[in-house]
């Protein structure tokens, strides 16, 4: 079955940097676009950044353009967020996620705590 887990959370200083992982298992990973989405308490689950399944074209949020990079390993059936800069506001649980024959599959989520 599909699996997606995600890694890397925890606590960081503002300013500083986090890289977050997604283990994929049970499809064809390299032939679906994958996308990370974070949801902070009490707000709604937001797109940040989605990458196509070639890993040739990305698209981010605002408000994490120029911060944050999403990447993806065809080989090793993972995908990367990488962050830097990193403010309060960015604290949140962060998923990853991909669309197969029209459902959704989500991970179960890493926190990302942003705070001095």
């Known amino acids: 079955q599909v699996q997606l887990v995600e890694s890397g959370g925890g606590l960081v200083q503002p300013g500083g940097s986090l890289g977050l992982s997604c283990a994929a298992s049970?499809?064809?990973?390299?032939?679906?676009?994958m996308y990370w989405y974070r949801q902070a308490p009490g707000k709604e689950r937001e797109l940040v950044a989605s990458?196509?399944?070639?890993?040739?074209?990305?698209n981010y949020a605002d408000a994490v353009k120029g911060r944050f990079t999403i990447s993806r390993d065809n080989v090793k059936n993972m995908l990367y967020l990488q962050m830097n800069t990193l403010k309060p506001e960015d604290t949140a649980v962060y998923y990853c996620?991909?669309?197969?024959?029209?459902?959704?599959?989500w991970g179960q989520g890493t926190q990302v705590t942003v705070s001095s």
């Open positions: 996620k991909t669309i197969i024959r029209l459902t959704n599959y």
């Open positions: 990458i196509a399944y070639t890993g040739s074209r990305s």
């Open positions: 049970g499809f064809t990973f390299r032939i679906y676009d």
